[in-house]
Every structure is written in C-alpha cells, then in structure tokens.
C-alpha cells in the first residue's frame, strides 16, 4: 500500500505551525514519491472542526495520521482560556474582598471548563480521526507529537487510543523508521498499550538531522491554508536557524526537549528558506530558536546569518527572537539594528545576580546591562520585553530590591515606554530542575500529576510559595484594580513603592554565602 501521510495541527492559536512543516518538509525530501496533505485545524471555526477533520479524511484517505498538539499548560502572564488565568488564580487565593475572591473562583472554574474542554476535544479529534481513516485503510497508524506531547507524554499515554506512537521532541528520525517499516522504539517515542515510556526518555539525546531550507513550493501544494499567514501585515513568520539549548535554567523544559547539544542550521539555508516566504511578501520573521544566541561561541554564527540576510537584499525586513543579551558585540548590535531588528524577549527572570545563579541560568546580569546599552548605541529604538518570574528559589526583599533597580537601569537604557515587564509565575513544568526542587521541599511528592488542575494542585504548580506568595498576590491584585492594561509597569511600581530599591551594584553581585530568606510582613 502506498504511503499517504496526513499532518493535522490541532486547534491552538494562529501561529505559524513551523514544527509539522518542517516535519513535511524532511519526509519529502527523504521520500519524493510519498503523498502528503498538512491540515491546521488553527484555521478552522470552532464549530466546523470535527466536519473539516472528516471531510479531510474522506478526501485524502491517509495511511498515517501524524497529530500535532501545541498547548496544554494554562498559566500565562496575560490573557489566555477564558480570560486571564493568573489573575482568576490570585484572586481566588489572595484577594480579602468576598465578592473578588469569588468573582476569581467563577473565573477560575471557566479556566477548568475550558481546559478540561480543550483536552477532552483534541483527544476526541484524534480517537475521530483514527476511525474515520480506518473506513479506507484498516492498518492505519497515529503519531501524536509536538509541545504538549513533550512535556505530558506520560499522562497522555492513559487517555490516547491503543496502538497510538507518542512522540516526544523532534520526529523527523521516527517517520522515517516509520516509512521504511524499521524498528523504530529507540527514538524518543513509545506505544500506547503495547510499550511503554522508558526512564527519563526525555532526557535522552535527539537524533541529530542535518537541516536545509524548507522548500515551500512543495509545502503550499499540500497545503491549502498556506496564505492565511500571509495575509496580515503585522503577523510574524517562523524561521529555525539552531536546535538545542546548553543551558540548566532551573524551571526550563526547552533543554530536556530539544537537548543540550546546539545543531546549527548553515546560515545559506536559513537565509534561502526566508527568501521564499520573502518573495512571497512575508516582512516579518521570528527565529524559533530557544535562543537566537545560545552562548558566546555561537555569536559567530549569527553574525554570518545577519550578514547574509543583508547580502540577500532583504533590506525591509523586520525581525524578533528570545536572546540572551549576555552574549552580544558591538559588531553583532550593528548588524542587529541594520537587518531589520524591532523586538526581542530577554528572558533574565531576576534582576538580582544571587537568584539567577541560584535558578542556573548562567547570567551575568552586569554583561547583559554592558551589551543593552550598545545595542542602544547601534541605533535600536525599538521594544524590549524583559521576563521577570518572582518568587521562584530564595525570593527576599532585598532581591526584589535588586530586581527594581536592575530593570530601572533598563529603563534608562532604552526608555521607560521601550521596556515592558512580563510578570511571570511560573507554571511548574515536569522534568525540570524546578519540580526535583519542589520534590526536595516536600512541596510536591513523586507521582503527581501535572496535568490535574484542582484549587490544591494549582496553588503548587503555579509557583507562588510564602512567605512572600500573599505579597505578591496583593501586589498583583492591586495592579490589575489599577492599571490592568499596563500590568507589568504597575507590579514594578507598586513594588518600588513599598519595597523601596536597592543600590544597583547590589543587584550585580553575588554573595559567596546567599542570605538567608526571611519572612515579610503583607501589610502595606
């Protein structure tokens, strides 16, 4: 029976869905002669879902279904099921007021219908899909991969259909052990109710696969909502320059997924697979990286990308990453600036230099203000959103002090009005350094479940612990009764104002002995 594979990228929001792309992209490369049909279901009514899903099968008759899922986690610094689960959460847990507190829990129980309605969804589409696939090939076969896969493939595997591959990260290596019937239960993968996940299968090594640029003549034949994302101006296509990220931050998922070892792309395919949605009018680029630049060895290279960009004429583009800004030149800002830059996501988490070594993230906060301010010099006028997640490991006064005086430095640098804070609570992810902390602390016990969000499990998962948990859910309550469209502004100032800041050099050094953490008074 000839092959026909049919990749349905399930409901999430409308972002460019690079992974089954570039997954499409490999096979047809490796197998000229394999048919292939990508559906994104992202592009699809609500309503209309289950209908398009059949109506694709009826069409197509796949041989394998490869399901793409994206989202599962709920916590957000902002808008998301439901409205803003953050905000439902801490005013259920934190606001004095009755009719607020209540006013959360309803809230918080629309987040829970609508998580719970979302999951039991996308597990109904696929159970749908199988069946109505089997209707033209009995031996049909699923594959369901992609973020939320990653990061839950132990608890899916209860609720998946027998005989389903769940794949954990990259899955180029297992369809092709798939195509050519070879075994294929040494990739990072298991099957429902015939095996079952090994011992920290996450953590083991991705294949490495040798990449080049996305032939998207190819991709807009089997794929028909390619020009929904083409559409408007202001939407920002992916682009992959690397895979891997060689960093230990302590609450990050992105190392255990995509591995340790950075896998550049050669900067000559990276630049022809931009040229392609270039001409066809795409302006706007994001680098999917988990870092554009990983570390300083790789500075190089993406040095050689932007050069390129530049040779290749691609004057008027406009580009955004997450960066570490620890690892910027004065040569490397220039090109920055010259090819188009206008936003980037520094994800610092602490201004203080004592937590963020404690979170291991290999920071040096003084280094990231040296090269913010070349970037000023280079001409970047753009916004800059810095990621601050409070109260992680050993969360003080004195370090909150530290972290105001470090973004008020920012500020300085680029402009009050270019800086944005994103306030973060960290959603407690599975396989990180963060939950064998929590499980250290006794705060969490082995064989939990991650994906279980009742009011006791979310007060553990979303990383909030006293004694400065009451702290800053007052803190944030106020900030969202103040200026709730300008939240992260308002935290900072709230804070600033009853916490006062501290002298910046504090904030760039640490302790050879870390205080110790204190108990604080809420009251303001």
Known sequence: ???????????????????????????????????????????????????????????????????SWRDIQIYAPVGGRGGNPLQHTFEFYYARNLLVKLRGAIGLLRVAQGYYGELWRNLGLIKRG???????????????GGGAVSVFYEQLGRSLPKGTIVSVGEGEALLEKLLRDKDFLDERC?????????????????????????DYSYIETIWSEFDYYLQAQD???????????????????????EGKQVRINPAEEVVAEMRQLYDRGMRNFWFTDAQLIPARKYIDDVAELLQKVLDAGMSDIHWAAY??????????????????????????????????RKMRMGYNLRTVLENCRDLKAAGFNDVVSVNYSFNVIDERPETIRQTIAYHRELERIFGADKVEPAIFFIGLQPHTHLETYAFAQNILKPGYDPMNITPWTVRKLLWNPEPLGSLFGEVCLQAWQQNPNDFGREVMAILEQRLGRAELETALTAPISPAKPLALSTSS
Not at 130 to 144: C, L
Not at 191 to 205: F, K, L, N, W, Y
């Open 190 to 214: 298991y099957v429902v109710g015939e095996t079952t996940a090994r011992d920290r299968m996450i953590h083991e090594v991705p294949t490495p696969i040798e990449k080049t640029a996305c």
């Open 1 to 67: 029976m000839d092959n026909r594979i049919l990749y349905v990228r399930l409901p999430c929001n409308p972002i460019f869905p690079i992974g089954v792309i570039y997954l499409a992209d490999h096979v047809h490369k490796q197998f000229p002669a394999v048919e292939q049909r990508l559906f994104d279901l992202g592009t699809v009514p609500p309503l209309d879902y289950a209908s398009a899903l059949d109506t694709c099968i009826d069409e197509f008759k796949p041989s394998l279904l490869v399901f």
């Open 323 to 356: 960066i570490r800004a620890d690892n910027l030149t004065p040569a490397l800002c220039d090109l920055m600036v010259k090819t188009g830059m206008n936003y980037f996501e520094i994800g610092i988490t602490s201004g203080s230099q004592e937590l963020v």
């Open 235 to 257: 939407f920002y296509v992916g682009v992959q320059t690397k895979r891997g990220c060689p960093h230990n931050c302590c609450y990050c998922i992105y190392t255990v997924i």
């Open 130 to 144: 199988m069946k109505r696939a089997r209707r033209y090939n009995p031996a049909v076969r699923a594959v369901v």
